[in-house]
């Protein structure tokens, strides 16, 4: 004779099997939303500027190969940005979030940096800083600046109106020529001679 | 009755537990797939950069398609502004782009920032990208190319003066004068050779000699 408490443990396993698979969903599974990054980014604390960096950060140049051996930052590993994701790489990113590091990420600037940034905060890393530094190499030497973001440029409608007030005042006064006052030479009169002789 | 009790549980408990552990690789297996995916076309679509030379080529064509969105401060847009953007914050710009409305998908969105950061994070954070494009250098790329161009010199290879020169041509569509060059009248002198004058020496009365 089948009675429905046979089924009340099978139910009680499954109720337990979800409760502990919400549990143990993947860290890559969290659902970080784009608002969540946009607002971990615009906090200024994610930005380090080369005078910022220190032992506690783990440096990460995205940069290829060929550009890193030009010339990188003291300490600095390189990772190209297409790798980042491979399961070594993962693997060594969370070793450095164990020892409570944090990984400080540099590119040719800090614009190329963030589909890096972005892929490793949905994957669940939370130790993640931006280098606001420049890296480039000219005239085969190899460049580093602090790089200042958001600044805006000069202001664009003075610089018009200016353009406008200066280019009316030069239409106004046409550069006037003074004339070369004109040479006078005196004639000099002729003196009367007395007549001489006559008959 | 038992053991066939213990046995169906057992099962369940297999079943379960496979499921489980099936679904927590696949979720991570399929996620990071996922991500890695989005990266790379990241990184391949250098394309999505639009140069301020170009936009303002396409501007003064009265290119339909062009969609600007400036994601400067209020304040900023409000002081200047390239024609027809609308000002969006980062926030905004981001739900905005992510409704995928049909009429902006059929536009090329630039975006707009002083810099490229804050244009690249929001075309980093967006979902769809095919019609999103970002300025190059933002507002200070606009200014130093378009609006307040370095001049040519007489120095300058040929590519530089004509690039001075269309850059010139954009700026003064977009307001900026340039004072008229002033043009100098050339007078050309008839050189005609002054006739020589040979005075005629008047003859001097002479007394009268004489006479009869």
Not at chain 1, 158 to 163: D, L, N, P, V, Y
Not at chain 2, 82 to 107: F, N, R, W
Request: net charge positive.
């Amino acid at each position: 004779m089948k009675t429905k408490s046979n089924w009340s443990p099978v139910l009680t396993v499954l109720l337990l099997a979800i409760v502990s698979f919400a549990f143990i969903l993947p860290k890559e599974a969290e659902t970080r939303t784009s608002q969540d990054i946009l607002e971990n980014v615009l906090n200024e604390e994610v930005f380090v500027s080369l005078e910022g960096i220190n032992d506690s950060f783990e440096i990460i140049d995205l940069r290829n190969s060929s550009a890193f051996e030009t010339g990188h930052i003291t300490n600095a590993k390189n990772i190209y940005i297409t790798n980042i994701l491979t399961e070594e790489n993962l693997e060594f990113f969370k070793e450095i979030e164990k020892e409570e590091k944090q990984l400080l990420l540099v590119g040719e600037n800090s614009a190329a940096v963030l589909p890096a940034y972005k892929m490793l905060y949905k994957t669940g890393f939370n130790n993640l800083k931006i280098g606001t530094v420049k890296q480039c190499v000219q005239k085969n030497q190899f460049q580093i600046e602090n790089e200042q973001l958001n600044t805006a440029p000069p202001n664009i409608q003075e610089f018009i109106e200016s353009s406008v007030k200066r280019a009316e005042i030069m239409k106004e006064k046409p550069k006037s020529v003074a004339p070369k006052p004109k040479k006078v030479i005196p004639k000099k009169k002729k003196k009367k001679l007395p007549i001489e002789g006559g008959c | 009755m038992k053991s066939k009790y213990r046995s169906s549980f057992f099962l369940v408990f297999i079943v379960v537990l496979s499921i489980l552990l099936g679904g927590n690789y696949w979720m991570k297996t399929n996620v990071l797939e996922a991500n890695k995916k989005e990266l790379i076309n990241h990184l391949e679509n250098l394309e999505h950069f639009m140069s301020s030379d170009a936009l303002a080529d396409r501007i003064i064509n009265d290119d339909p398609s062009l969609y600007l969105i400036d994601l400067r401060t209020s304040e900023e847009f409000k002081k200047y502004h390239i024609p027809g953007a609308i000002s969006l914050t980062l926030d905004s710009a981001l739900v905005y782009l992510d409704k995928e409305s049909e009429d902006l998908l059929k536009k090329d969105v630039v975006l707009i920032s002083n810099d490229t950061f804050n244009s690249e994070l929001i075309y980093a954070l967006s979902d769809s990208k095919e019609h999103l494009n970002v300025l190059d250098g933002g507002m200070q790329s606009w200014y130093k190319h378009i609006i307040n161009p370095k001049k040519a010199d007489n120095n300058s290879d040929l590519k530089t003066i004509e690039t001075y020169a269309t850059r010139k041509g954009a700026s003064m569509y977009f307001g900026v004068k340039y004072p008229e060059p002033v043009v100098k009248k050339v007078i050309v002198k008839k050189v005609t050779t002054p006739k020589k004058v040979v005075p005629v020496k008047k003859k001097k009365k002479l007394p009268i000699e004489g006479g009869c």
